[in-house]
């Protein structure tokens, strides 16, 4: 099966678009650190995933783990 280049980045768009929320869970109810979750979405290198995150969501994992502890 090909896909096309649009459907390829609707694809990719959706796939990063779960892992994001499944990383929000992560970093809103667990311990884990930004590491340990990045490795648990399957990123090799934690940078990838802290730069994935803030395009998505305009803050940083630490940020957003921050953010939700205070309120």
């Known amino acids: 099966m090909q896909f096309g280049n649009g459907q390829l980045r609707i694809i990719t768009y959706l796939i990063h678009d779960k892992l994001i929320e499944k990383a929000k869970e992560y970093l ?25 995150f803030k395009k ?15 309120n």
């Not at 490795?39 to 290198?45: D, I, K, S």
């Open 28 to 52: 809103s109810l667990s311990n884990m650190s930004i590491s340990e979750i990045a490795f648990q979405l399957g990123f090799e290198y934690p940078q990838s995933f802290s730069k994935l």
């Open 56 to 70: 998505k969501t305009n803050v940083t994992p630490l940020e957003f783990k921050q953010g939700f502890h205070h």
